[in-house]
């Protein structure tokens, strides 16, 4: 038997069914009589000791800058929430419902009150609460909590659903594959399962299976397939597709060590985007030649409490410890839009990805701004460093941060505490910034390219909208153009230009973006590898060619086919 699904993390694997059944919630809604509501309440304090113990065991796994564990620890601070347990006593003491039923009421008001905030931060925490709730539920009424350490070897994990809390529980080494009802390429459990390198299938209705635990599966997430008890044949299949994956992967491999060149020796560096200290730790794994993108905002979307000065200087003098000597390239905090930060009171918007965010942000919010350019001048005393601002897209906004840091510089002078030069950039991903670019292109050291945002602006396309995604692709006629003009004019001016969205990380548009003049790039972990091989493909005239091809064409699907034919 065979079910299809959308292949999200790529890979194929081989193990026992392993299902995750869905608390289907059938409680008894009758009142209790006052005689029981003390036993309730013990029943739900032993529970939630219960689910904080395997919490916590969870989370001493982890490194603590990992995203896994600060979705374990958000989920710890829930069950100790004061508030909340304050509210479920009083709805076993007054409401008298049983210790499930309050659970089931007051995390659904909690979950309520997060979708109805108009954050989309806060409405995807809202789908942790209620998973949240029914593992506790879970736990009151079986005594104990779903033991996902004891997964045997091999499991290739059902679930309806994974929620990326629920995520940072499984024990990855005993997991071969997750095949998932719902969900799709953009979910956030598909990113963090494409991170852990674990073959995933999403929107597989593998329930019309009557899949059991123990039973045989392959999952094929190349071509999105899912096969319940696979027969000799179709094991044989893909036992070769699989051996042709590990041979392209070892082929990878064998580049880490490698120079970075074109075929005809022109060396391109690869640096790595990263959104967190211990993904640095994974630089050596692809050769990466440094960090071209820090995503900062994490360490603020991630903590409930903000991360001080002294908190960030010590944890950019630990990147730079472990780069080395390599450069560290950071972009200042990018809030707003879809990055909210539960410790900021953050005003809802009608339109956040057109409002306060970004450089926008920060400058309206200078003390928050300044604690984090003097953690930075700081740490520049221990090394390279480079800064660089998203979402400039006048000259006046790129002036104001620089008196900003001139005036943080003087603050640290007085305050007697050193700092470090930095090189200084702009990400450049609106039409705004690329026709003002010449104007600010003198007070600038580098730039780098954020194709994501500069497709969105530029197309007035939602990048998060999957009805969008085939009309609006990230590579299209305009894009290249645009990207054209920022690099001819960054090149005149003598100023670096590099590139950090996504395009960077796509084999396919490697050829065609070093053709275009584009003298670095910065690259998904998962990618560097294909991105080195695929430069090492190409000599340079042959990449200034195809560049030239490519700029004549208006339309996207000839521009795709032409790179098509070209990778392939």
Known sequence: MTMRGIAVSAGIAFGQAKVLRTYESKLDYHLLPPSQLAREQQRLNRALKTLIKQSQACAAKLDPESDNYQLIEADLLLLEDEELLAELSDTIGKRQFSAALAVEHSFAKQAQAMQEADSPYLARRAEDVLSLGQRLIRTLLTGHCDNLSRLPENAIVLAKDITPAEFATLPLERVSALVLQTGGVTSHTAILARSAGIPTLMSCPWQTLEVTDGMTLAVDAINGELYVEPDETQISDLNAQKQQAE????????????????????????????????????????????????????????????????????????????????????????????????????????????????????????????????????????????????????????????????????????????????????????????????????????????????????????????????????????????????????????????????????????ALLIGLGLEEFSVNLASLLEVKQALSRWSYPDCVELAHKALQISRIDALNQLLTHCHS
């Open 247 to 510: 041979e392209r992967k070892s082929a990878l491999l064998a580049l880490k060590g490698t120079v970075t060149q074109t075929k005809d020796g022109r060396s391109i560096p690869l640096l790595a985007n990263v959104g967190c200290i211990s993904e640095i730790n994974h630089l050596a794994d692809v050769g990466a030649e440094g960090v071209g993108l820090f995503r900062t905002e994490f360490l603020f979307m991630n903590n409930h409490e903000l991360p001080d000065e002294n908190r960030q200087y010590q944890l950019y003098c630990d990147a730079l410890q472990l780069l080395d000597g390599k450069p560290l390239t950071i972009r200042s905090m990018d809030l707003g839009a879809d990055k909210e930060v539960p410790a900021l009171a953050m005003d809802s918007e009608e339109n956040p990805a057109l409002g306060l965010r970004g450089i926008r942000y920060t400058l309206a919010h200078p003390k928050l701004f300044s604690a984090q350019l003097r953690a930075i001048l700081r740490a520049a005393n221990h090394g390279p460093i480079r800064l660089m601002f998203p979402m400039v897209n006048q000259v006046e906004e790129l002036e104001a941060v620089l008196a900003l840091l001139e005036q943080c510089k003087q603050e640290l002078v007085e305050a007697e505490k050193g700092f470090g030069e930095l090189e200084l950039g702009i990400v450049v991903e609106t039409p705004a910034a690329v026709f003002n670019l010449a104007s600010m292109l003198p007070l600038l050291d580098f730039v780098s390219i954020g194709t994501n945002d500069l497709t969105q602006y530029t197309m007035a396309a939602d990048r998060a909208n999957p009805l969008l995604i085939d009309q609006y692709p990230v590579l299209s006629p305009v894009i290249i153009r645009l990207i054209a003009q920022i690099i001819e004019q960054a090149k005149a001016a003598k100023v670096r230009v590099s590139m950090c969205g996504e395009l960077a990380s796509n084999p396919s548009a490697t």
